[in-house]
């Protein structure tokens, strides 16, 4: 797994992370077989005097991938909203990271639009905001609201502000947000 941070003014954190693989393999298919369980020690000391040891715990490890399951690469960032020169490099950084080690698609985590979400999905917010900071990014945005997202500059109590962000789905050729809660699956990763 790779992941770079960026941090710039007001942006917040910018993850942009790798999937079920690192920058190296893309296209290599993930194994097949899980790793062994591992068991470790409740406690590394010994029990208080008259107490019984502690039994040792095991770890379960997750399923393995499917046969033949490819790396999925994606960005993952919220807090991203602001518009200004800060988010365009951040845009920009996301575009040549992607172009160097591919990635799939990005995830917004929320508070997509500072400081109260868009007022219709023709509001020059979407311009200032989103289109203009990541024109350099050709990948689909799988967007999530957050409380910035609903209005009251960010008390969240606007809630028709939410479904503009649902409704620029059938605006932008970027923007993914089917409803205010959905999942997706791309490779052997869901999204929910």
Known sequence: MTSAFVRSGTLGLLLLAAACGSAGDAGTTLP???????TSESSPTAPP???????PTTETPPPPAPPGAKAVRFVAMGDTGTGGDGQVKIGNTIAAKCAKDGCDFVQLLGDNLYES???STT?????EKFEIPYAAV??????????????GNGAGTDFPKGKNEI????????????????????GPVEIF
Do not use: C
Request: net charge negative; glycine share 8%; hydrophobic share 30%.
């Open 32 to 38: 097949e077989t899980a790793p062994a369980e591992r």
């Open 123 to 127: 509001d020059p917010i979407w311009q």
């Open 117 to 119: 979400g868009a007022s």
């Open 138 to 151: 050709n990948l689909p945005f799988y967007a999530v609201l957050g409380n910035h997202d609903y209005g």
């Open 167 to 186: 409704d620029y789905s059938n605006v932008s050729t970027k923007w993914k947000m089917p409803s205010a809660y959905y999942r997706f699956t791309t």
């Open 49 to 55: 005097p008259g107490q019984p040891a502690p039994a």
